[in-house]
């Protein structure tokens, strides 16, 4: 519903807040729930943040195994899909159920207001009555603090401006980092630069015959035995951090990805450890993980103490009518995977349905 002439304002019962993976299936609920809804995407192109991951990277699981609610993903000739599958599987998701996506479109703030909230975006505004925010992680890079890292005269990226070791022919790489991410560019630059892969600890692999399936079965009962009320059974952190799809496993197996400890500060051309060894490095990848991308809601005050929000479900539990999708652990087992945020969706949706209606 269109409210105003001078200025762009319109009310809907709900405003999702980014159009990826997680944005597409609460927007499938809400059809499917008769609730008036848009969906505010900050991408110029329809697939979220799989427009900018690296070439080389693929699903954990086969297309069957990696699909939203609704819809299957159509099988790949070979292999798990790589991202411009599923980037394609999205738009078209996006098209068959009629998602009211607008885009680009980036929200500035939400602010509470008599019926619900008020969205301000960079060319309109929204009320609604509730808002639910999918904008994931991928637009908030971590990046750590070494000592002597401003005197470093090398490169620094962080592995969301990754694109393939094209750039990085024949230096010396550091790939700092113990996930997958790390494990997974580390591999794909060892057979063209000299790789140094810095982590805390040991590499913990997964089982090598475990991929996403397996993380999908551990995540799913882990959602049952809460929902049962039963003792948490353990989730997928409990098996390992890093999956060992082929490129990892063959370049372990190779004996070139080995990790080595933890540096201790930078130096203008190399980095240190406490024993005082050094190592050249012309550049540096930081596979450091993300946080989730929530500036838009710096007007709520919803942090506790310790910069965490504490959530209710899905709703914040001192803001009635805003809800997270998406976000990991944090927002519902398995919850950042293609086949894993259906479950976290529906059940939001069924509460904003029980609030509006």
């Known amino acids: 519903m269109y409210l105003g002439t001078s200025t762009s304002m319109w009310k809907v019962d709900v405003v999702v807040v980014g159009g990826g ?19 505010l995407d900050k991408q110029h192109q329809p697939g979220g943040a799989w427009q900018h991951v690296w070439p080389s990277l693929r699903l954990f699981s086969p297309a069957q195994y990696s699909s939203l609610p609704g819809r299957l993903m159509p099988p ?21 159920y009629g998602l009211p996506v607008e885009r680009p479109v980036e929200v500035m703030h939400v602010l509470p207001s008599r019926t619900g909230f008020k969205v301000l975006t960079d060319s309109s505004e929204w009320e609604a009555s509730a808002v639910v925010n999918a904008t994931g992680t991928w637009s908030q890079p971590f990046w750590p603090r070494v000592p ?6 090398g490169i620094q990226i962080h592995s969301a401006a990754y694109r393939g070791p094209e750039q990085f022919d024949s230096q010396s ?32 692999y997964l089982p090598d015959d475990v991929d996403g399936r397996e993380l999908f079965r551990v995540a799913t009962r882990q959602v049952q035995a809460k929902a ?10 409990n ?27 930078f130096l ?90």
Not at 23 to 39: D, H, W
Not at 148 to 153: L, N, R, V, W
């Open 21 to 39: 993976q997680s944005g597409l299936a609460v927007g499938y609920y809400l059809r499917r729930a008769g609730l008036s809804f848009v969906i």
């Open 76 to 96: 790949t000739n070979g292999g798990n899909p790589d991202a411009g599958h599923v980037i394609d599987y999205l738009a078209d998701y996006e098209k068959r």
């Open 148 to 153: 002597g890292q401003e005197t470093f005269h």
């Open 173 to 204: 790489v550091l790939v700092v980092g113990g996930a997958n991410s790390g494990a997974q560019i580390a591999a794909d630059l060892v057979d063209s630069a000299k790789v140094t892969w810095c982590l805390r600890g040991e590499a913990h």
């Open 228 to 237: 049962a009320g039963e003792a948490d059974p353990g989730g997928v952190a």
């Open 239 to 265: 098996l390992g951090d890093i999956v060992v799809v082929p490129p990892v496993k063959d370049a372990r197996d190779a004996g070139l990805l080995v990790a080595s400890p933890m540096f201790n500060r």
């Open 268 to 357: 203008p051309d190399a980095v240190a450890w406490p024993d005082e060894s050094r190592r050249h490095i012309d550049s540096v990848i930081w596979c450091t993980g993300f946080r989730p991308a929530l500036r838009h809601l710096r007007d709520l005050d919803l942090r506790e103490r310790d910069g965490t929000i504490t959530l209710t479900g899905t709703t914040a539990t001192h803001c009635p009518g805003l809800y997270f999708v998406g976000y990991g652990d944090w927002t519902g087992p398995g919850s950042a995977t293609l086949i894993g945020v259906g479950a976290t969706a529906k059940a939001t949706v069924a509460a904003i349905a029980d609030t509006v209606c």
